[in-house]
Each structure stands twice: as structure tokens, then as C-alpha cells.
């Protein structure tokens, strides 16, 4: 069993290391190969996220996404791959995200049956030039009858389908680990504290994020954006407080230490940063985006504009009944579809490999919409 990851960090960790875990513990062999970028965590916090019967496999500048220096990085990612899948004749390659899509696709595995979670099309970021977005959805079409998608969403599993006309395409919504979430924690008192989580990039629109907070300014609303990235700059002149990369546990207790949790979006996939906010019991207010409205169902307040979403924080400062109650629906609502279990269970079953778990259900087949 050998997983792929471009850049092992954010969301995709909170996939990948349930699933490495689960097959190394029922005595399959299992490597992650993996990149970096600044908010993967450190090697030491790697080895205790993943079984000790997991094989680390690093890939030096994987993951660092500029010039010449991203093309030789993913060559030399090829390079590691091909060793690694040489080490047996067959076996299950997981491919997580567009870019660890590419590499694995690419490099030919005769005995092994591959799977590819996109995690998000990367020809969906309007923030790259036409060019590079086109090239990257005619890869996408040229290469995809080399794996079985496993698309981490309903949404992402009818964009397969309708644009690349595949049928080998099957659903696994992503999910996290609910079976110890604490109480809900209170909320802090007086002025409204505002917060986002994850990298500070265009997926995220920071750009709207930072338009909110000046349009709520001298409201007693304080804005916070939980992490980093390397386009801050709009955060920074809005007097948005960027945190930083923070630790699991820190980002947990920031999102208890905020009154409602704003997730602007360009294009997703199924984010898990806000499956996180949705378990911490927080009202939500989002981007009105297939998948999102996928995730949160009637338990969070959707909107358009940086406009609209200043009037449901207005609306939401002034009813603390109507915060707990999304939050509260927003965590049974997790708690119900988007577990750790169901993930594991139905990704082994589409691996097929059901019978490592009892209760292992059928992933669901993507329709066209």
C-alpha cells in the first residue's frame, strides 16, 4: 500500500494518516511518500500521527510550487515513487491531490490498481493563468483513465464524471475523528471574535476575508485568520490578526476562543477545515459552493459576497440563541455523515480490502449531476 502526497500538510494529513494507519496495523506493508511546505508538520509530529509500522518516505523540494524547481522536485518524486512500487509486484497506489495525481499517473505500475482523490481540480484556481489552467485540465483528460477517482465528494465525483466522462469513479467523502469531541466550549464574552482557518492562499479568498473585516470595522468585531500562507498581505492591511501555523491543539483551542467562523471559498473539494469548525460547535457562514452546501446542509448560513456575509455577522452578534443553535446542528450534523470510520471503511472497500473491517460500507458511485 503506498500513498502519495504532494505536500503532506492541512486536510490531506487528516486523510491520509487514518488510512496509512489502518492498513499497517492489519500487517500490510505501507509507505507514504510525501513533500513539504511550512505547515507540515515536523518530522518528530509525523512519527506520532502515523503507526510506527509506516514508512515515511520524504522527497527533498516536493511540495514547493515555483519555476524550474517545481518541475525537477516532481521528477525527482517520479524517481522515489518508481522505487517504491518496484519493491513489489502489485499492490494499492493512492494518489492525494492533482499534483501527486500527475506524478503517479505518469509513472507506469504494472501490477498495481491506482486510485486518485483530486482533493480539489487544480484547473479550478482562477488565480493561475489561462494557460497553466488549461494545460492542467488536459492532463486531467488525457490522464484520466489511468486511475479509479475517488472523489472526496458528491461534487467533485459529478465533475469527473461530467467533464472527463469517466465512469470509473466512485465517492468517499472525507471525515474525521468524532469519537471523543469534547463539550462544547463556551463562547468568549464581549466584543465578536471572527475567525477562518487554513493556508492563507486564493482557494481561500483571503481577499474577501480582508474586504469583511474593513467593512465591519468599528463594529466590536475582532478578525483572526487561524494560519499562514504566502498571500497574507491583504489580511495584514485589513488589521486582520494572522496567528501563524499552529499545532492541532492550538488551532482547536482558537476555534473554541471565536464566536463564528467565516470559510470563504474559490473551489473545494470537501474542505476538513471546515468539517473541524463545524465540530467545534461555531456558527458558520460560508461561500455558496456545490460541495459547501454539500457539507453543511441547513446548518450554516451561505452567502456571495463579502456584503453578505456582513449582514449574517450582523444578524448572528445579535442572537446568541441562533449561534448555538447552528452551532450545535452543524456538530450532530458531522458527527452523523462525516467520520473517520466511514471515510477508512468505505476506502477500503473500494480498494478492495473490505474485509479488514466488519462493518465496511460500499463507497457511493458518482452520477452525473
Not at 487561524?226 to 488589521?239: I, Q, S, T, Y
Request: glycine share 10%; proline share 6%.
Amino acid at each position: 500500500m503506498v500513498h502519495l502526497c504532494e505536500a503532506l500538510a492541512s486536510g490531506i494529513v487528516k486523510v491520509v494518516v487514518p488510512l496509512a494507519n489502518e492498513t499497517a496495523a492489519a500487517g500490510i506493508p505501507t509507505a507514504v511518500i510525501h513533500g513539504r511546505r511550512p505547515e507540515t508538520p515536523s518530522e518528530h509530529e509525523l512519527a506520532a500521527m502515523f503507526d510506527p509500522r509506516v514508512r515515511l518516505v520524504g522527497v527533498p523540494g516536493w511540495g514547493q510550487r515555483s519555476g524550474s524547481g517545481a518541475l525537477r522536485s516532481a521528477i525527482r518524486a517520479a524517481a522515489v515513487l518508481r522505487r517504491e512500487l518496484s519493491r513489489y509486484e502489485r499492490g494499492v497506489l493512492h494518489m492525494h491531490s492533482t499534483y501527486a495525481g500527475l506524478v503517479g499517473r505518469l509513472v507506469a505500475s504494472p501490477g498495481w490498481t491506482r486510485f486518485y482523490t483530486p482533493q480539489g481540480y487544480a484547473f479550478l484556481n482562477a488565480s493561475h493563468p489561462g494557460a497553466v489552467r488549461g494545460t492542467a485540465f488536459m492532463a486531467e483528460r488525457l490522464l484520466a483513465g489511468r486511475a479509479h477517482v475517488l472523489a472526496c465528494s458528491l461534487t467533485e465525483g459529478a465533475q469527473a464524471v461530467e467533464l472527463f466522462g469517466s465512469h470509473d469513479v466512485s465517492v468517499v467523502q472525507n471525515g474525521l475523528d468524532v469519537g471523543s469531541l469534547p463539550p462544547f466550549a463556551p463562547e468568549p464574552n464581549g466584543h465578536l471574535v471572527v475567525a477562518s482557518i487554513g493556508r492563507v492562499v486564493y482557494q481561500r479568498r483571503p481577499d474577501l476575508f480582508a474586504v469583511l473585516a474593513r467593512l465591519l470595522r468599528g463594529e466590536d468585531a475582532e478578525f483572526v485568520w487561524l494560519g499562514d500562507g504566502p498571500e497574507r498581505e491583504p489580511l495584514d492591511r485589513a488589521g486582520v490578526d494572522v496567528s501563524g501555523w499552529l499545532s492541532q491543539d492550538e488551532v482547536a483551542a482558537a476555534i473554541a476562543g471565536a464566536n463564528v467562523i467565516v470559510h470563504f471559498s474559490a473551489f473545494e473539494g470537501l474542505p476538513l477545515a471546515l468539517l473541524e469548525a463545524m465540530t467545534a460547535g461555531r456558527a458558520i457562514v460560508a461561500s455558496d459552493l456545490p460541495a459547501i452546501r454539500e457539507v453543511v446542509g441547513d446548518t450554516a448560513i451561505v452567502v456571495r459576497t463579502p456584503s453578505e456575509a456582513a449582514v449574517a455577522l450582523r444578524k448572528l452578534s445579535a442572537d446568541e440563541a441562533k449561534r448555538r443553535e447552528l452551532g450545535r446542528r452543524a456538530r450532530d450534523r458531522v458527527r452523523r455523515l462525516y467520520t473517520k470510520e466511514a471515510m477508512v471503511g468505505r476506502t477500503l472497500a473500494a480498494y478492495g480490502l473490505a474485509d479488514l473491517r466488519d462493518a465496511a460500507a460500499a463507497p457511493e458511485t458518482a452520477r452525473r449531476p
